[in-house]
């Protein structure tokens, strides 16, 4: 009886044990794939800051994929401006790099006035994207960038319009502002890939 009753407590030890390895396993993962949500300026915290801040999972949802939109446009732009062709392609590139950068900088500031943490850095696959385009140069590079600049600037219109409707009022101000410029780049990059042709 003794021999059964230390081997079920042995066994219970090792299935705790076991589970908390497997949540430490998890959390990890989770923290490297996604970030780690539960982090400000690199402390974690409890996940009342942004009840406190008032942003909901939407604001901080859009913040981040807006983060990361913005960060492909600048480094998407710094390549154009070396592999280009086109004095009109570098010339976009130009305010791609100009205006994407000064909405990167407004956008930081919100999301530490939010406490939401935004990407620093691209998803590995948005990585690797940039790393073939580096590649690319001539005519080829044109076509490549101008038809990937009006898919993506399609794609961040629509996110800006959700993140107009947000509840916290200055993220729905800051999505206005910077939707008109976004709208701007859409027809220009849209008057560029109908001259290619």
Known sequence: MKKIFLLSAFALALSFQACQTADKK????KDSV?????MVNGNHTTGAES????VDEAGATFLRKA???GIMEV?????AQ???????????AAKMLTDHTKANTALKALAVNKKVITPDALPAEDQIHLDEMKKMTGTAFDKHYMDMMVT??????????????????AIKSWAGNTLSVIESHDEMAKK????MK
């Open 152 to 169: 993506d600037h399609e794609k961040t219109i629509a996110l800006f319009k959700l993140g107009m409707q947000n509840r916290d009022q």
């Open 75 to 79: 480094e998407a732009a710094k390549i």
């Open 26 to 29: 998890s959390a990890t993962t």
């Open 34 to 38: 996604a970030g780690d949500t539960n």
């Open 51 to 54: 009840t406190e801040s008032g």
């Open 67 to 69: 983060s990361i939109g």
């Open 192 to 195: 560029i890939v109908a001259n």
């Open 82 to 92: 070396t592999n280009a062709k086109s004095t009109e392609v570098k010339d976009f």
